[in-house]
């Protein structure tokens, strides 16, 4: 049985952006738990990001961060990759694609998230 859950914490990195050229820059981590009793393999990735404009930004590409993970049943895997909004809140989501032991593909999907400059909301 596949089982994978999907969990996502954001930081904004001041230091890295540039308000006045309206360059915001976010981190964002994701964890990827295999709860299933098969081991999995993240093949690629596709997000639309969308700006507080309401402009939408596609990526899609083999792996994360370089890699394509295989992880064991009841393994997570981690990893930290950024973005760059041209307002100072937005929004990811998107899916990963697999594969499973068996060589069937499936996707999982990545619900979407926030990304803000902390106390820009109140």
Not at 43 to 65: E, F, P, S, Y
Request: aromatic content about 8%; overall charge negative.
């Amino acid at each position: 049985m596949r089982s994978i859950e999907i969990s996502v914490t954001t930081h904004y990195l001041p230091a890295q952006s540039d308000p006045d050229s309206q360059q915001y820059v976010f981190a964002y981590t994701i964890t990827i738990n295999n709860s299933g009793d098969m081991p999995v393999q993240l093949l690629n990735r596709a997000w639309q990001i969308t700006d507080a404009n309401h402009k939408i930004t596609r990526v899609a590409g083999d792996g994360v961060v370089g890699q394509q993970p295989l992880i064991a049943a009841g393994e997570a895997y981690s990893y930290t990759s950024g973005t760059v909004l041209a307002t100072p809140i937005g929004s990811m989501h998107g899916h990963y694609g697999m594969v499973d032991h068996n060589g069937e593909l499936f996707q999982v999907d990545i619900p979407s998230f926030r990304l803000a400059v902390p106390n820009i909301l109140h």
